[in-house]
């Protein structure tokens, strides 16, 4: 059985922080006796490896072909993906093609499957909210994206208060239409939020649940039939989803769920022909599938994410833990980690980064505040790291090692949270800025600083930056945050004290900005851009005029 360094405390502190008032609905204590459930956490093994199933044609599949995915923490074959490869994804295109364009339901058609669906999101916040429930999808992120129970228990809960957000009328909200009073009577236009019919989805490792469930449900309200596919590294989490999802009335036929390698998705893509695509990953993808799907798609891709620390210098504990909280939960691989820190001067006189070395050296292996990095090797990164240390002023500030007494297998990375500081104009010489904003997915982050006329270089740094994803500016001065937030892009940026660069709670908006492939997540007015068209349908019923007569041509 797998061991978690202090796994049962944390749980048990989790429950007793926040889920503990659900505790009058039971489950029976073997987690088998979840309805929807087909693996129990703890017993995953090599001895006994879970096995994940493809969903077509509201029927779940084997495979000829299996994929072992090992253990991120120990390398134990654990997990076997049953793998579609590219002779067999013509189910699912048949499955997709069966969606007309005009969707699954529109406002005009089949619209009781708007309250069908804010009853389905009903019943799976409640299972989300059941502790038996949240604590096994919590612990089954843990297995394969390890990151702290806390952090792995905050995607459940986000995840469960979305879906309590659309449900009852919700769903049926979002397809709220207007009129405009025409030039004449019996002449109305209406604008209406339309789906784009067949559609696919593809979601990365890093948060299992949240980023699926999120972007499948919006898909679904609005009247579209998706193919889902997720890193399969983590799919199981999804898989098990899916089966909670049914389970709560998610008609079988509705989604399409794949497990393949991304060459057997790219050329299902191609033949089943998706009218549209969100696509969650790495920007090199995104771009290739961009051109591929001639540009059906909506992206929320890399983010080489940055925070600045304004002039006026407060709460310095606080300051310090909300930057390692953003560099390095859940070991840097968020797509929202704060991978550059720009420090106004007035900061480098006080305790910060001494404070930040502290945070980051009680990370430990053994709660899993920092673990393997699924993307880069351990040498990997020190080669990188080593390219950095080659730039004049440039030094370690902490970290920079790799993780001790541990089994992560070689493929994977485990190294010590880690900073490196580098002077700001040498940052800006054409032969260092792309090394320097290369997103690093990890545990590691770039710390610069800036004199007080030196907010202009700050800002073009910023200007010559790719991905816009998140941002933080630190200040309360209000003069400093016009500035800065006027004259930079990042879709979703937060401002003032607290100000933080992770962090996409159900409530707000997340996704990037400055580009009109970008998708957003989480709130109605995400949902409606990615998952929705605009249809316009102009009413012009008469009467005529009395005494009408045909009028000569024009």
Request: with cysteine; glycine share 8%; hydrophobic share 40%.
């Given at each position: 059985?797998?061991r978690f360094?202090?796994f049962r405390v ?15 609905f039971?489950l ?6 979840l309805?929807f459930?087909?693996v ?5 093994s090599?001895?006994q490896?879970a ?8 029927r ?5 072909s299996w994929?072992?995915i ?11 993906i ?6 067999g ?7 997709l ?9 529109n406002p005009f058609k089949s619209p009781e ?7 389905i999101s009903?019943k799976a916040a ?9 604590d096994f999808?919590t612990?089954?992120i843990?297995?394969?994206a390890?990151?702290?129970?806390q952090q792995?228990?905050?995607?459940v809960?986000?995840?469960q208060?979305f ?7 919700q769903?049926r ?5 207007f009129?405009?009073?025409g030039n004449?009577l019996?002449?109305q236009?209406?604008g209406?939020?339309?789906p784009y019919?067949?559609v ?7 948060f299992p649940?949240?980023i699926?469930?999120l ?18 590294k983590v ?7 899916m089966?909670l ?9 509705d989604?399409?769920?794949?497990n393949s390698?991304g ?6 893509l ?9 696509f969650?990953?790495s920007?090199?993808v995104?771009d290739?599938?961009a051109v591929d799907l001639k540009g059906?798609?909506k992206l929320?891709?890399?983010g ?6 304004g002039p ?5 504990d606080?300051v310090a833990?909300v930057c390692d909280?953003?560099?390095y939960a859940?070991?840097g691989?968020?797509c ?5 820190l ?5 900061w480098?006189?006080?305790?910060l980064?001494?404070k930040m070395?502290?945070l980051a050296?009680r ?6 505040t920092?673990?393997?990095v699924?993307?880069?090797?351990t040498e990997a990164?020190v080669?990188?790291?080593n390219k ?6 440039s ?17 994977y990375?485990?190294?010590k949270p880690?900073?490196?500081y580098v002077?700001?104009?040498?940052m800006l010489?054409?032969?260092n800025?792309e090394?320097?904003t ?5 545990p590691f982050q770039i710390?610069?600083?800036?004199k007080?006329?030196q907010?202009p270089l700050v800002l073009e ?8 994803l998140?941002a933080a ?6 003069l400093?945050?016009?500035e ?5 892009v ?11 660069t992770t962090?996409?709670?159900?409530n707000?908006?997340?996704?990037p900005a400055?580009d009109p492939r970008?998708?957003?997540i989480?709130?109605?007015?995400a949902i ?8 316009e349908?102009?009413?012009d019923?008469?009467p ?6 045909i009028?000569?041509?024009t």
């Amino acid at each position: 059985m797998h061991r978690f360094g202090g796994f049962r405390v944390m749980r048990a502190r989790a429950t007793q922080k926040g889920i503990s008032w659900l505790s009058s609905f039971t489950l029976s204590r073997s987690v088998h006796s979840l309805p929807f459930a087909t693996v129990e956490v703890e017993e995953i093994s090599g001895s006994q490896p879970a096995e994940v199933q493809n969903l077509v044609q509201g029927r779940w599949t084997g495979s000829s072909s299996w994929n072992t995915i090992v253990d991120p923490l120990n390398g134990e074959p654990f997990i076997k993906i049953a793998e579609v490869d590219e002779t067999g994804i013509q189910p699912y295109v048949e499955s997709l093609s069966t969606c007309p364009k005009h969707g699954l339901h529109n406002p005009f058609k089949s619209p009781e499957r708007y309250l069908l669906y804010g009853d389905i999101s009903a019943k799976a916040a409640h299972m989300l909210s059941v502790p038996k429930v949240l604590d096994f999808f919590t612990r089954l992120i843990q297995r394969v994206a390890p990151k702290s129970y806390q952090q792995a228990l905050g995607e459940v809960q986000v995840t469960q208060k979305f879906l309590e957000n659309f449900s009852g009328d919700q769903v049926r909200f979002l397809a709220r239409s207007f009129a405009v009073p025409g030039n004449h009577l019996g002449q109305q236009s209406h604008g209406f939020r339309w789906p784009y019919g067949p559609v696919a989805i593809i979601t990365p490792f890093n948060f299992p649940l949240e980023i699926p469930v999120l972007q499948l449900m919006g898909a679904l309200y609005m009247g579209n039939k998706p193919v889902l596919k997720v890193d399969s590294k983590v799919c199981i989490v999804m898989e098990q989803m899916m089966r909670l999802l049914h389970y709560c009335g998610l008609p079988v036929e509705d989604v399409d769920f794949i497990n393949s390698d991304g060459k057997t998705m790219n050329k299902l893509l191609l033949e089943a022909n998706p009218r549209m695509t969100l696509f969650t990953g790495s920007s090199r993808v995104a771009d290739k599938l961009a051109v591929d799907l001639k540009g059906r798609i909506k992206l929320e891709d890399a983010g080489f994410d940055w925070k600045i620390l304004g002039p006026d210098v407060n709460e310095v504990d606080y300051v310090a833990w909300v930057c390692d909280q953003d560099a390095y939960a859940c070991s840097g691989q968020k797509c929202s980690a704060q991978s550059i820190l720009f420090m106004h001067e007035n900061w480098s006189g006080t305790s910060l980064l001494s404070k930040m070395k502290d945070l980051a050296e009680r990370r430990k292996l053994e709660d899993l505040t920092v673990g393997p990095v699924l993307t880069f090797t351990t040498e990997a990164i020190v080669e990188h790291m080593n390219k950095l240390l080659q730039i004049p002023g440039s030094k370690l500030l902490f970290g920079g090692k790799p993780l001790e007494n541990h089994s992560i297998p070689s493929i994977y990375g485990a190294l010590k949270p880690t900073a490196i500081y580098v002077p700001l104009e040498e940052m800006l010489k054409e032969s260092n800025y792309e090394l320097v904003t290369r997103e690093i997915f990890g545990p590691f982050q770039i710390i610069t600083d800036y004199k007080k006329d030196q907010l202009p270089l700050v800002l073009e740094a910023l200007e010559r930056m790719h991905a816009h994803l998140t941002a933080a500016v630190v200040s309360n001065d209000p003069l400093f945050l016009q500035e800065v937030i006027g004259k930079s892009v990042n879709g979703t940026t937060y401002a003032g004290l607290r100000a933080r660069t992770t962090g996409a709670p159900q409530n707000h908006w997340f996704g990037p900005a400055g580009d009109p492939r970008g998708a957003g997540i989480g709130t109605p007015e995400a949902i409606k851009l990615v998952w929705s068209c605009h249809r316009e349908i102009i009413y012009d019923i008469g009467p005529l005029p009395k005494h009408w007569e045909i009028p000569p041509s024009t």
